[in-house]
């Protein structure tokens, strides 16, 4: 197996192909990158801008270059001596349009006797598959016969063989699918889907015979050296992830495997798995953390109590998932209920939901990790005292058939109420302080301390060297030096409630939740253009689900979301450009700090494309707008010509970090082995956070840097380097082993990366 010594994320899509990648090649291997890692590649729904959607995978996507844009792409990978990572989706496939996808077709016009019947997870006990499309329940007035296909609108489904004589009615009478109100598919769909999304259909890749069509082209692309590394989308939906990560590692053992799992704090991949690790949200929050004022969080909360903001974080948490069971997947606790013998419907229903509801993670894997699922119960009967009966029949079934489909399905679908409860919908609502609202983040766990920080990074070299590390990706709620300026709020956080209170006052927006996310978004990523801001906070007001919703939206506060932006800039807008400009040194601080660490500690870091300057996106679809290469690969050239740059808005500084750090990683990978936290001494001792990885190499970087400077700067402050003469890659300097003043290490900028010769 060759280990990428890091990657590079890039966002394939029809604007930016197979051919537009391959011209980054060059760049990105000046820049230090040991892998290019690309999103989905194989065929996808038509126009897809992320290609989640697949709906071939016997074949890369035509409209991304087809076959031979992307062994073009491959080729130039390699010529430059970089790896190639791949973005798979076993999980699910596309169906939005039936035609591109061959075996959805296939199965709509042949039914259970489809050769692609068992390759979806399909409940074929009540008959017709569901295809909730309709706009209304008389939505079938629209259909009509076009050749051998029925058409509604846009839509074609194919007609099986004999039966399309007669009016469209009767024709789709007699199809192995029906056409019904869209509004069914939350409570009545008969096959498993990705979260709540009806047309992305789970597939069954449990089976081998399913895993050997979906994979044979990546795994084809594997075994040809084409691909060295593989990023498993949503493990959590799988039916037994162990097993398949057992057929995936035995199908292609030289491969650099890391998976999309969530974990959360104090929870490690099963021991079992044969995977390097996660895609690094762990890592995210654990950086993150250690660069928040744990003195932030008390006027923080308080501001958030005057303003009408929930605080009680588990309460937010059980309102969003029970809204999730009881409203989105009704059909999915309807399924699972019914497979739970001899306990009344109803109650077998409660129990089932209460019991996802109740997770404290994402999902367990039995029979691995049985307190995980222990727990779960046992806050289920907290929570819900008339259930014992129907919750004890629920424990000892699932236990005693750990592998049967009861378990499976409880196990699979938990993930789904955790994700679409707390994830998208808590994360909205509860937003006392939404930076730590991220992807793998615990929002009621406020900064994380220096020591457990180190005991952190050292069992991740320890565990899983090898693993990822990201501080922005496509999924993240925001990009890391937005994330890196908020947490500045933490150690201003008395100014900013006292502030914020006023321009609510003046110019809020009528809910609370969002008023209160709204101004932490709006100096997190100044300046942003109003139509920018506008769409995200339309999203983040449908996500929370308080007052208006993606199928049921409030026209008034919708109106309001869209004229705060332009409102804002007009009344306040040299108000917060003041208070921004009093956050955005300390911010640069963070950001530079929370790049070294990953860049230079424990994992393969990732860079998400364009983060190698400052970048202030937010979610999706923010954080997947063009990036100006032309602009990256000019600066970078200027580094071969010797520049040392300010540290200043431009973010060379940071390029300059992630070409020196990357290219150390690339060039000398013998220094980045190990771990060990080093403690400063001296009166601002807390502002340092240092580690070495081998015996020649330590990073040292600035946190909390406003209470820095109150203190008056680093004053008598030290650190212990090993005999010998050390050098700052990203400045050339030079200096002697002992007692170093941190001031010295750091006069220029507030990192240094220091190599012993």
């Known amino acids: 197996m060759t280990v990428p010594t890091s990657t590079y994320r890039l966002q394939l899509r029809p604007e930016f192909d197979f051919e537009a990648a391959q011209g980054v090649v060059t760049y990105l291997r000046d820049l230090g990158v040991g892998a290019v890692y690309v999103s989905p590649v194989l065929d996808a729904t038509p126009g897809s801008t992320h290609g989640y959607d697949v709906t071939d995978p016997s074949r890369a996507r035509p409209e991304l270059g087809g076959a031979e844009g992307w062994q073009a792409l491959t080729a130039a990978v390699r010529e430059a001596g970089m790896g190639l990572v791949l973005d798979i989706v076993p999980n699910h496939m596309s169906v939005e349009v039936p035609s591109a996808n061959p075996w959805w ?98 597939v069954t890749v449990e089976r081998t015979d399913v895993f050997e069509d979906s994979h044979r082209e990546v795994l084809r692309w594997v075994a040809d050296g084409d691909v060295t590394g593989l990023r498993i989308d949503h493990p959590d939906g799988l039916a037994d992830p162990g097993a398949y990560f057992t057929r995936l590692r035995s199908a292609a053992p030289d491969a650099w495997i890391v998976i999309e799992k969530i974990l959360h704090p104090g929870e490690a991949l099963p021991g079992s798995w044969p995977v390097e690790g996660t895609t690094g949200y762990d890592a995210l929050r654990e950086i993150f953390g250690v660069l928040m004022d744990p003195a932030g969080e008390r006027p923080m909360t308080g501001l958030a109590e005057r303003q009408g903001v929930h605080t009680g974080f ?139 920080f180190h005991r952190l990074a050292a069992a991740r070299d320890r565990d899983r060297p090898h693993t990822m590390t990201a501080l922005t990706t496509h999924d993240t709620k925001r990009s890391e030096d937005t994330r890196a300026r908020m947490a500045v709020l933490s150690e201003v956080a008395e100014d900013f409630s006292e502030i914020v209170t006023s321009w609510s006052e003046r110019c809020g927006l009528d809910e609370p939740s969002l008023d209160l996310l709204a101004w932490q978004t709006l100096v997190g990523a100044w300046p942003i253009s109003e139509e920018r801001l506008a769409d995200y906070l339309l999203k983040a007001a449908r996500e929370s689900k308080l007052r208006t919703t993606w199928t049921d939206p409030d026209n008034d506060l919708e109106s309001a979301i869209a004229a705060w932006p332009a409102r804002v800039h007009a009344e306040l807008g040299s108000e917060l450009e003041s208070f921004v400009e009093r956050i955005s040194a300390p911010g640069w601080s963070n950001s530079l700090s929370q790049k070294l660490v990953q860049v230079a500690g424990p994992g393969v870091p990732d860079v998400y494309q364009g983060t190698e300057l400052w970048d202030f996106s937010l979610v999706d679809p923010d954080n997947r707008r063009p990036v100006d290469l032309d602009l990256r ?50 009166a601002a001792a807390e502002h340092v956070l240092a580690f070495s990885r081998s015996d020649d190499l330590v990073a040292v970087a600035t946190r909390l840097p406003v209470g820095l400077e109150r203190r008056g700067g680093w004053g008598d402050t030290t650190l212990v380097l090993a005999d010998g003469e050390w050098t700052d890659v990203l400045t050339g300097a030079s200096v002697d082993g002992g007692a170093v003043s941190v001031s010295a290490l750091l006069r220029r900028y507030p990192i240094a990366l220091l190599v012993r010769s």
Do not use: C
């Open 105 to 202: 077709w296939s199965v709509l016009r042949d039914g259970r006797s489809s050769a692609f019947a068992h390759h979806f997870d399909i409940d074929w006990s009540g008959g017709r598959i569901l295809v909730p499309v309709l706009a209304e329940a008389g939505g079938l007035d629209d259909l009509r016969i076009d050749g051998d296909e029925l058409a509604y609108f846009d839509l074609r489904l194919p007609i099986a063989t004999g039966t399309g004589v007669g009016t469209a009615r009767e024709v789709h009478d007699r199809q192995h699918y029906e056409l019904v109100d869209w509004r069914r598919g939350s409570s009545e769909l008969n096959y498993r889907r990705f979260f709540d999304i009806t047309t992305l259909v789970a």
């Open 314 to 452: 588990a309460a937010v948490e059980e309102q969003a998932r029970r809204m999730v069971t009881d409203t989105m997947l009704v059909a999915e606790v309807r399924r699972i209920a019914a497979l739970l013998d001899g306990v009344e419907v109803e109650a077998a229903r409660a129990a089932v939901a209460e019991t996802m509801i109740a997770f404290g993670v994402y999902r367990s894997y039995l029979p691995e990790g049985e307190s995980t699922w222990a727990d779960a119960i046992g806050t289920a009967r907290s929570r819900r005292t008339d259930l014992g009966d129907a919750l004890t029949a629920l424990d000892t079934q699932v236990r005693g058939e750990p592998a049967g489909e009861l378990a499976t399905r409880m196990q699979q679908t938990s993930g789904m109420v955790v994700a679409k409860g707390t994830e998208d919908t808590t994360f909205y609502r509860f937003t006392r302080f939404a930076a730590l609202n991220e992807v793998g983040g615990t929002p009621d766990v406020w900064s994380l301390g220096l020591e457990e």
């Open 633 to 682: 690969r000019e600066l970078l050239s200027r580094f071969d010509e010797g520049l040392v740059p300010e540290l200043d808005a431009s973010g060379a500084v940071k390029m300059l970090l992630v070409r020196r750090a990357l290219t150390l990683r690339r060039d000398r990978p013998e220094l980045f082995i190990g771990y060990r936290g080093l403690v400063a001494g001296g």
